[in-house]
């Protein structure tokens, strides 16, 4: 997912002539995201089993730092398609790998993002409900048929192909999102209406 933003700084520093302070804060970005990529890499070998070292490491974190940061990656993006980006949080703390935490959100928001056009909305929320704590990720988007719903989490597995071509991704993200979501104790639950959008919470 760090691609994403590599990909788009620089072209933007390829042919928009920018400010020095402009210029600077898209290479800052750039600089940043391929850090993020760089230990991302080894903690999803590690995840498939490839790469045994200690490269996960939970901590402490709070709902709202976790969801601060991750609007704050993915704000952009939804500018450029003129979707509404937004937050919800109730105030709790979680043991968590904030760098894979942080993956499985905006890959739930960048899938959001692809399956809404623009005028429609996305809103990312945290909060705790009968003893679990829950992060919500819900779009006003084309939604995904009922016999798709069972697949979908599936490694390469795309709803729509064609939309899948044009926005790009490898059908990799939400069979990753289940991962992260098992070595934290949680899993994925999936509601979708074709035609009204849908709802992923990572239950925990």
Do not use: W
């Not at 890499?41 to 601060?68: C, F, R, V, W």
């Amino acid at each position: 997912t760090p691609l994403t933003s590599i990909i788009g700084y620089s072209d933007t520093l390829r042919h928009v002539k920018l400010k020095d302070e402009q210029k600077d804060r898209a290479l800052e970005h750039i600089n940043r995201e391929g850090k993020r990529l760089e230990a991302l890499s080894g903690k999803m070998l590690q995840l498939l089993g490839l790469y045994q070292n200690h490269a996960i490491q939970m901590e402490m974190t709070t709902a709202d730092d976790l969801l601060n940061h991750v609007i704050d990656m993915e704000k952009e993006q939804a500018e450029k398609k003129n979707v509404q980006l937004k937050m919800e949080y109730e105030a709790f703390s979680m043991k968590m790998d904030p760098a894979l935490m942080e993956s499985l959100l905006v890959n739930l928001i960048d899938n959001a993002l692809k399956a809404t056009d623009a005028g429609g909305s996305i809103l990312v929320k945290a909060y705790e409900t009968s003893g679990k704590k829950i992060f919500e990720v819900s779009d006003t988007g084309i939604g995904i048929p009922e016999e798709e719903l069972g697949k979908i989490t599936d490694a390469f597995y795309m709803v729509d192909k064609s939309r899948s071509r044009k926005e790009g991704g490898s059908g990799l993200g939400l069979a990753l999102c289940v991962k992260v979501a098992e070595i934290h104790g949680g899993k994925l639950k999936i509601e979708s209406q074709p035609g009204e959008g849908t709802t992923v919470r990572v239950v925990f």
